[in-house]
């Protein structure tokens, strides 16, 4: 590689024209093209034998923004005057909530746990405005934690209802169904930057067979099995030809899972050469669609980001600096947000993909490495929990 060839923050790979061929000679010969057709409940089938130890269904969707919106009808519905509200973390994709002001709520702005980096069950039980929520929404930000047993607890406790959005979590889920699907309603991103897509898709993931009823008929305009709408919904299905990338794309899971653990190995052992092991936090610790560099202030994060962009090498914070901050979402209330700002101002998303060159993750490492002071055992224990 050239030395200052730009390297993407990101590259998708999702299969050639030649791996879909044998799936769309099936809608050619079938001439179905959506609605639950053979190809999506092939591929609904597949998954659900993925994570046959939490017995969850998958119901498909056009996104994962879809998917959020039908799991929120079919745990919630609609908001009412007497819960308006919906509370959302401020470290998130502006889609968790986007999809919460579709379904008519009010998104309240939470922080998020400094550690993990997602909502706090227990401290959210207690919080001032459940009283008025009428869902809540933890995100696994990053694809990160196995939220499902504190949810339940939290939804037992308050019987306030629950969706996690765990758009980046389909590796964490397949490697612990237990720990992520359940009674509490999970939902994932098939976009092209998650690392199972089907180029647009989503899913929601869910032990409980009717509630998943309610997911497909929410994204299917209210129709379930009759030509009669029975509740509110949208048009969030999956085509025929997404699922023919979906199939394809299983079909080449355990060779990319191979090649993320050796890319992952590679990217780690390039950032211990320069004692900022610790620093980083790569698959299976998050989603193979990111590597974060967490920086000790904004300052440090911003001399990292100059240096990489000085070399040619994309960053992304991928979360923005807190979705509260989005033009689009600002006019909307929120708590204090310390930890938000501090995260969305400190980690620095960096180049990964399993097919990164040797010499590129040489580059980023080295780069980072001349702007950042090692500081050795100062970082233990930091991404425990
Ligand atoms: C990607 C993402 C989404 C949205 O998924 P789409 O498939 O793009 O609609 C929602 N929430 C989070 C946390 C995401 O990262």
Known sequence: MNADEPIAV???????????????????????????????????????ELTAPAEARWVTSSSGTAALEAAILA??????PARPLALVPAYTFVATAMAVERCGYVPHFVDVNDVTWSLDADELATHPLLARAGVVVPVMAYGRGSPQAAWRRFHERTGTPVVIDGAAAFEALVDDPCGIAGTIPVTLSFHATKPFSTGEGGAVVWSDSLGCARVARALNFGFLGARSSQATGTNGKMSE??????????????????????????????????ELDERILLWPEISSSYA?????????????????????????????????????LARY???????????????VGIPFCADLAAAAVERIATTV?????????AGQGRFAG
């Open 75 to 80: 745990t919630a519905g609609r908001a009412t």
């Open 369 to 377: 490495a001349r702007v950042v002071i090692p500081a050795r055992g």
């Open 333 to 347: 209330s929120g708590d204090a947000l310390p930890n938000a700002e501090r995260l969305a101002t400190s980690l």
């Open 241 to 274: 030809y997404h699922a023919a990338v979906g199939l394809a794309s299983l079909a080449g899971l355990a060779r990319r899972r191979i090649a993320i653990a050796e890319a992952a190995r590679a990217y780690g052992d390039a950032f211990a050469e320069h």
């Open 292 to 328: 974060i560099f967490a920086a000790e202030s904004e300052r440090e994060a911003q001399r990292v980001a100059t240096a990489l962009k000085d070399a040619g090498i994309e960053h992304r914070f991928w979360y923005g600096r807190g979705i509260h901050r989005e033009p689009s």
């Open 10 to 48: 990101y590259r998708a790979r999702l299969p050639l024209a030649r791996e879909l061929v044998p799936y769309l000679e099936r809608i050619d010969a079938n001439r179905w093209y959506s609605n639950h057709g053979e190809l999506v409940l092939e591929l609904e089938g597949r998954l659900a």
